[in-house]
């Protein structure tokens, strides 16, 4: 289902080895971090005067024994990804790591995989968490029953306004090309190619790559794993049980999703591309091949959105279409994770009336244009929520 993931091994050299390695550490220490978050909640419990602690329902102490063993939980699944993508979509280690593993073990036999480990490594950043959290949130968003109606929000709007104007026709099903880039686990993607298009899906970030090849193309059956994706919330809380709530994934294969779709014109046609969008899709081969280009929550993850504009411009035909979602939320704005990216210094913030004049500078014309609510990884029972226009 993902064609292109396997050409990730040729390519990659030492410097792109370390960072792969380092995502696939960093999520095999979800939990660990999550007990260092528990361990402050902890003391600071322990720091109250004895008259104010006894006051605290019992609750309030074996809440944080119950959210531990919740994070070892959704240690599974983030674990079993990282083993199916080093295994599927081999990478070989780093030279740091193969020189500690010969120094522990002598010459490395050709056919013995290297699988990441938590203790074999660097230091990992626990900075990084956010983007385990991350995970953990967009398995729940993508690819649980619950989620089904903030799914519908974006991805079944989006869909829809594709079909509308850019229908299918039994004779041109799963030829006419459309592109999601910032496709998270793939699910949209899936969902576009289901409904008999030629879809690629399109993701920058190793973290989400890694959780998608394992959604998309490990899970051979429905409710294997149950995620919590709340157990991180520590404000706007109604009820305690709130953040311990479990979901089961997933609700639907990818196998399931696409042998739907198959027909006497053919099997669904689905790929994923791994990498950056601008730099994959912006080169001489790419111009004017796409007949239609979904985002959804993504134009505001560029440093520069002119970057993407210029880019989804020359993928284009003459009369293809353009399908957009999402707040401008700008990601580049602050550094979260304080590694002095030459990004940040480059961000570029746009009001919606100034974005919609640079897209018309390059001669899109708008066919329709709509306001509607939209959440993302939208806790229901919390106390806030953000919606999205």
Not at 194 to 201: Q, V
Not at 223 to 244: A, F, L, S
Request: aromatic share 12%; glycine share 6%.
């Amino acid at each position: 289902m993902s064609e292109n993931q396997s050409e990730e091994t040729t390519t990659f050299g030492e410097q792109e080895k370390e960072h792969w390695w380092q995502v696939s550490r960093t999520i095999l220490h979800y939990h660990d971090f999550f007990q260092f978050e528990l361990e402050r909640r902890q003391k600071h419990l322990n720091r109250l005067p004895q008259a104010y602690a006894a006051r605290l329902p019992d609750v309030s102490y074996s809440k944080l024994r119950e959210l531990d063993a919740l994070a070892s939980k959704n240690q599974e699944i983030l674990d079993d990804m990282v083993e199916f993508h080093a295994t599927q979509v081999y990478l070989e280690p780093p030279k740091s790591i193969l020189k500690y593993y010969e120094e522990q073990h002598g010459s490395i036999p050709a056919n013995v995989v290297i699988l990441p480990r938590r203790q074999v490594g660097g230091d990992v950043n626990i900075q990084q968490q956010h983007r385990n959290q991350a995970i953990i949130h967009s398995v729940y968003r993508e690819w649980t029953n619950a989620a089904a109606g903030e799914r519908n929000e974006s991805f079944g709007r989006l869909v829809s306004a594709l079909q509308r104007h850019l229908p299918v026709v039994d004779d041109k099903k799963f030829e006419q090309r459309i592109c999601v880039p910032g496709c998270g686990l793939g699910r949209l993607p899936l969902e576009i190619a289901a409904c008999g298009y030629s879809c690629e899906g399109n993701e920058y970030s190793a973290y989400m790559a890694i959780a998608s090849n394992f959604m998309l193309n490990a899970l051979q059956r429905t409710d294997i794993y149950t995620v919590h994706p709340w157990i991180g919330n520590i404000c706007n809380i109604k009820r305690v049980e709130d953040t311990m709530a479990g979901y089961s994934v997933p609700d639907r294969t990818a196998y399931d999703l696409l042998s739907d779709a198959q027909s006497a014109y053919g099997y669904p046609r689905f790929s994923m591309a791994a990498g950056s969008f601008t730099e994959i899709y912006s080169t001489p081969d790419q111009k004017e091949q796409w007949h239609g280009i979904v985002t959804c929550f993504f134009m505001d993850t560029a440093p520069v959105v002119i970057d993407y504009i210029e880019t989804i411009w020359h993928m284009l035909k003459p009369g293809a279409v353009w399908v957009n979602l999402g707040p401008l939320l700008y990601h580049w704005v602050a550094d979260v994770d304080n590694n002095a990216d030459e990004r940040y210094a480059q961000s570029l913030e746009l009001s919606y009336e100034e974005l919609k004049h640079v897209i018309s500078t390059y001669g899109f014309e708008l066919l329709e244009e709509t306001w509607q609510d939209c959440g993302y990884t939208r806790c229901d029972s919390a106390m806030m929520n953000t919606v999205y226009k």
